[in-house]
């Protein structure tokens, strides 16, 4: 490897690997906001986001991008679709986080790459390899004992995973940039948003400018901690393989994981360790198999990626 392709490498890691950081401390942001309702927190986080996202669109002069993407109707439909898909699955997080679920919330990101593999048969025709099929079993395994003990699926789990992957299947599909994708995206959100938030005004019911100045600074600080992530994610997978983003993606939700164990003490017992056991061996089959198939292409095909 040249030393410029080294240091490229480095500079990738090291963002990609800060953006899973970020992404797995969430809840100890969302839990700051413990008082304030749910979805109120998801409308701040939705125009902060926009907010931040339109300037670092006029920093980097992307705004070409974001025009093309509303003038044409099946990508405004398509990211209006998305849209809602990661709004939901905002909420049902931080929903989660905040009653005490942290570890169900986790899970739920541990599952998204394998129901991923699921999607990839389903939509797109992929053929599974031994070590996926494997690994989608153990899974299903890990979910159907907990049915079977308690007489409940991890619904919260499953949530997550299914709104998670089914945006990530369709941003596949759109032709739009991850930073202009999501601009539009809480664009088109905003309206609704601002409704609710302007209802709850009307009702002397919200929460930003009835408190502290902390948790405002908290509630406006929801659009920097949504985009900073997603910016050193964009600018890190790009230079780094595919395998590697792969094994770095655990980071975040095994990070959420110790939060719920260590530090609010939620509880990990038999029937959990049963669940979360056969789903992590499945993600080591899986990442095997991402390895062994890497090894296997081309050094063109393995070679660091270009797309920014």
């Known amino acids: 490897m040249s030393t ?6 480095q500079a990738g890691f090291w963002a990609t690997l800060g953006a899973f950081l970020l992404w797995g401390a969430l809840p100890v942001y969302w839990k700051a906001l413990e008082e304030v309702p749910p ?13 931040v996202l339109l300037i670092m669109l006029s920093a980097t002069r992307r705004w070409g991008e974001v025009w093309s993407a509303l003038s044409r109707r099946s990508v405004a439909l398509g990211l209006a679709v998305s849209g809602t898909l990661i709004g939901v699955n905002w909420l049902a997080y931080i929903w989660a986080v905040n009653t005490g679920r942290i570890l169900e919330s986790s899970l739920g ?3 998204t790459p394998l129901v991923n593999v699921l999607f990839g048969m389903i939509f797109f025709h992929e053929r599974l390899r031994p070590y996926q099929w494997a690994a989608v079993a153990l899974a299903a395994l890990g979910v159907g004992y907990q049915l079977v003990l308690h007489g409940s699926l991890p619904w919260v789990s499953l949530f997550l995973a299914v709104t998670f992957g089914s945006y990530g299947l369709m941003r596949k599909k759109l032709p739009v940039g991850s930073i202009p994708g999501l ?3 809480t664009l088109l959100l905003s309206a609704p948003a601002l409704a609710y938030l302007g209802f709850l005004a009307l009702q002397g019911q919200q929460c ?11 509630l406006s600080g929801s659009g920097i901690i949504t985009s900073v992530p997603l910016l050193l994610f964009a600018f890190g997978a790009a230079r780094i393989p595919l395998v590697t983003v792969g094994l770095l993606q655990y980071v975040a939700p095994s990070l959420s994981f110790a939060l719920g164990v260590l530090a609010y003490g939620e509880t990990f017992d038999f029937t959990r360790g049963v669940t979360f056991g056969a789903i992590w061996i499945g993600l080591g089959l899986y990442t095997l198999d991402s390895f062994l198939l890497s090894r296997r292409s081309s050094p063109e095909a393995s070679s660091l990626r270009r797309e920014a």
């Open 208 to 218: 930003f400018g009835a408190g502290s100045l902390f948790r405002d600074a908290l």
């Open 39 to 51: 979805l109120e927190i998801l409308c701040h986080r939705i125009l902060w986001s926009m907010l």
């Open 109 to 111: 990101y541990f599952i």
């Open 4 to 9: 410029q392709r080294a240091s490229e490498f």
């Open 183 to 185: 601009f539009v995206e």
